[in-house]
């Protein structure tokens, strides 16, 4: 079942002045504007279909710091706080929830990779704990499978599409 969209009207009419023009009505770009706006910019916000009815209507909703490029995870991190932050100023429900991620696996390699980043982690402040395989084969449960471990990353959450 799709995702129940709100239709938000908009003019064909292109506006004759703005500070800052955002192309894309999509998660990124719905926020960039709201976030220039609140800056006091006069913001044109371009989109060629639906707002938030395209690729960000599709997507997991994963809002995750768990085992990120060392290059993204300051922002990744900006983001968790920037969803709670909307959340409350906006007084909206956002679907946003920090109910914690966690990866499942079998294979060793994979395995020892994320116990690497966990070690690079703790420098970064981002909490993240391995699972034994009797911790993975329990939080997978609802897999049917029996699992080698797995990484859990208790602050990361998702941000629901269809909210």
């Known amino acids: 079942m799709p995702a129940p969209l709100v239709h938000v009207e908009t003019s064909p009419t292109l506006p004759e002045h703005a500070d800052a023009v955002v192309i894309g009505g999509g998660i990124v770009g719905v926020f960039t504007a709201y976030n ?11 989109e060629k279909g639906r707002i938030g009815a395209e690729q960000s209507s599709r997507n997991w909703g994963w809002c995750r710091q768990q085992n990120r490029d060392a ?9 968790l706080d920037l969803w709670e932050r909307f959340a409350a100023d906006s007084g909206e429900a956002t679907g946003f929830s920090r109910c914690g991620l966690f990866y499942l696996s079998n294979d060793e390699a994979e395995l020892a990779g994320w116990a690497r980043w966990g070690e690079f ?6 909490t993240t704990h391995m699972l034994d395989s009797r911790q993975a084969t329990e939080r997978g449960a609802a897999t049917g499978r029996s699992w080698k471990g797995g990484v859990f990353s ?5 941000a629901s599409p269809a909210d």
């Open 154 to 158: 208790p602050t990361d959450g998702t």
């Open 121 to 126: 982690a703790k420098t970064a402040g981002v």
């Open 71 to 79: 290059r993204e995870l300051p922002m990744a991190t900006l983001s």
């Open 36 to 46: 220039l706006a609140r800056r006091g910019l006069a913001v044109a916000l371009i």
